[in-house]
Nanobody, 114 residues
């Protein structure tokens, strides 16, 4: 099983980034997927989750209206579009595959700073 995040980086406040997660080694279309983040000195928190078919999504209150999760089951990809980024969004972002066993990616750093 492999989850490979990409798309992180340094962005100014108010800017946008799109994170991608490429999945392999399991039946992607059968699993709900989510994005978590962990900021320095803080606990890991779930940012957003999407059902296996993509028709159900949920967001943390802190990102509602700014972030959008989506997936492409043909390409085994899950995305996190992040708009209106704030310094509080600075964190390592992780892609997670849910199921009988939960799998985590290695994470990608997002830094929001002027």
């Amino acid at each position: 099983v492999q989850l490979m995040e990409s798309g992180g980086g340094l962005v100014q406040p108010g800017g946008s980034l799109r994170l991608s997660c490429a999945a392999s080694g399991f039946t992607f279309s059968s699993r709900a997927m989510s994005w978590y983040r962990q900021a320095p000195g803080k606990e890991r928190e779930r940012v957003s989750i999407i059902s296996n078919t993509g028709d159900i999504t949920n967001y943390a209150d802190s990102v509602k209206g700014r972030f959008t999760i989506s997936r492409d089951n043909d390409k085994n990809l899950v995305y996190l579009q992040m708009n209106s980024l704030q310094s509080e969004d600075t964190a390592v972002y992780y892609c997670v595959a849910h199921g009988v066993r939960t799998y985590w990616g290695q994470g990608t750093q997002v830094t929001v700073s002027s």
